[in-house]
């Protein structure tokens, strides 16, 4: 009894002196607070300290726990959420002029008539042209409260009078799914630009189009997909892995293990999957993309993923700001942690990615260094894989640079050839509206010809962009597939972009040869 008893009472001890330190620290800076406010020579921003007091305490502990400041939260948010209450437009400022890229097909403005090439000259009644416009300045005045009306005056080629039009704000989606298509008559392609809400929604419905029209294969393109909702991951993984299978498991030092199953009636448990990933492949892609290479399910394809598996949760503040905080790892089937490691010092954390393509590590799967005192098994076919430093791929992919000149970087970097497509096509639209009907003539009808690329050189010779003859024609065939693809965006949507570039990507035709080649692609699973 005498021993439960100072057991109890040491217990009890140790975590009233853990306590009394917290309240120490806790008191330190407090008190700190109370003498700047109280003594410093100067006036003080407080709110500016506060920040940078709650930045440090962040930076300290992980390169993912972070503070949103509240003038950030809702940007943040309906990126997440997939969805925000605006006018529903795509824009660019263009020469100080805030020009529509996209009317939002059903969003508000689409239904009372404003188009793409229409110029925002006013809000409101307030002057918004030629006056150094910000893309934050943009979002502040067309974003609001569901139901509330914005005015706009818009200047349209080819009008002489400006046109006025009165738009009630509604909720406007942001697609997570950037394309959805057939591939071959046996092989669909999905590609997800990030996890949010209702990105399972988004997939499933596309994924059912593509078994509608008989794909027995499928490639999921989560290349540069940085990751969001773990549970949208969840579900997507769901969907390639029969019932009762752990997917993922999470675990911190203050969190406890927490297990994810799969569930029975899986839309894709039995057909071929080819999963994309590179370098820009984050989180809940880890997640997918680790789930399926776990159990045999399907091939990932590719370079290193990013590396980061950790579980952040939001923490509203007093000021509608937040605190993202880290609170748990997340756990791979096998076992595998796919977080890469990690210090106090952020710069050399972001910088991890520059420095493998230093080392070869992009184009040379021999430079690739593994982990081995990392290494787990697939849970159905036994086969290596590796964690603390993102998903390996089944098979190695280099990353292409062969078009990739100065000339191409400087062209895109520099703005003029964003510029130089967005005025020719709305000097040009009536006249491709008129002669294409639909994507699918101009795809076959459409190429971009030497006097249309030439007009892009004239312009970038004008605009002092160094024109190497020598390499304006390596980097030559990959911009004119570009500029058909910007037009294709711009007169339907991303997914007609992606039917056009893919061809141009080596992964994808790779992806396409191995997945309808049934021995093939069983050999790389054994």
Not at 221 to 241: K, P, T
Not at 497 to 510: A, L, V, W
Request: proline share 3%; with cysteine.
């Amino acid at each position: 009894m005498k021993i439960r008893t100072i057991v109890i009472l040491f217990l009890f001890l140790s975590v009233y002196v853990k306590a009394q330190r917290a309240d120490a620290e806790l008191s330190n800076i407090h008190y700190t607070w109370q003498i700047i406010n109280g003594f410093y020579v100067d006036s003080v921003d407080k709110q500016m300290i506060s920040r940078e007091a709650i930045v440090s305490m962040l930076k300290k502990l992980d390169p993912h726990s972070v503070f949103i400041p509240s003038e950030e939260v809702q940007e943040s948010k309906a990126q997440l959420d997939g969805n925000f209450e605006g006018v529903g437009v795509e824009f660019v400022i263009m020469n100080d002029t805030l020009t529509v890229v996209n009317a939002i097909i059903g969003g508000p403005s689409e239904k009372v008539g404003i188009t793409a090439g229409d110029r925002i000259v006013s809000i409101d009644g307030q002057n918004v042209a030629s006056v150094g416009l910000k893309n934050s300045d943009v979002f502040k005045y067309l974003r609001g409260d569901k139901g509330t009306v914005v005015e706009l005056t818009i200047l349209r080629r080819g009008e002489k009078n400006l046109l006025h039009f009165k738009v009630k704000r509604d909720k406007i989606p942001i697609h997570s799914i950037d394309a959805a298509y057939m591939l071959t008559p046996k092989t669909g392609y999905i590609k997800i630009s990030r996890f949010s809400l209702t990105t399972y929604d988004e997939f499933s419905t596309e994924l059912k189009k593509l078994k509608k029209s008989k794909a027995q294969n499928l490639i999921l393109d989560l290349r540069g997909n940085g990751g969001g909702y773990m549970q949208a991951a969840l579900d997507i993984a769901d969907d390639f892995l029969d019932g009762n299978k752990m997917m993922l498991y999470t675990q911190g030092n203050l969190s406890p293990l927490q297990l994810y199953n799969s569930t029975n009636g899986g839309l894709w448990e039995q057909g071929r999957l080819i999963i994309l990933i590179d370098e820009s492949s984050a989180s809940a892609s880890e997640i997918v993309s680790g789930a399926v290479q776990d159990y045999d399910r399907g091939i990932i394809m590719g370079r290193r993923s990013f590396g980061k598996g950790l579980v952040q949760r939001i923490f509203p503040l007093p000021d509608k700001s937040e605190v993202r905080l880290t609170t748990a790892k997340y756990y791979t089937p096998s076992g595998r942690c796919i977080q890469k490691p990690y210090s106090d010092d952020s710069k050399e954390y972001r910088n991890e990615i520059k420095t493998r393509y230093e080392h070869g590590e992009f184009t040379n799967p021999d430079s690739i260094q593994l982990n081995s005192d990392q290494q787990y098994k697939t849970k159905v076919n036994n086969r290596n894989v590796y964690g603390g430093g993102g998903i390996m791929p089944d098979v190695f992919v280099p990353l292409d640079t062969s078009m990739i000149t100065n000339f191409y970087r400087n062209l895109i970097s520099s703005g003029v050839y964003n510029q130089f497509m967005m005025t020719y096509l709305d000097n040009n639209r009536s006249l491709f509206t008129a002669k294409y009907k639909n994507f699918e003539q101009f795809n076959t009808q459409f190429n971009v010809d030497e006097d249309f690329f030439n007009l892009l050189l004239i312009e970038a010779q004008n605009k002092d962009i160094e024109t190497e003859m020598e390499e304006v024609d390596v980097s030559k065939p990959f911009i004119k597939l570009l500029m058909k693809s910007y037009i294709a965006r711009n007169l339907w949507s991303s997914n007609e972009y992606f039917q056009i570039m893919n061809t141009t990507f080596p992964i994808i035709q790779q992806a396409v040869d191995l997945i309808e080649n049934k021995a093939d692609y069983e050999l790389v699973l054994k």
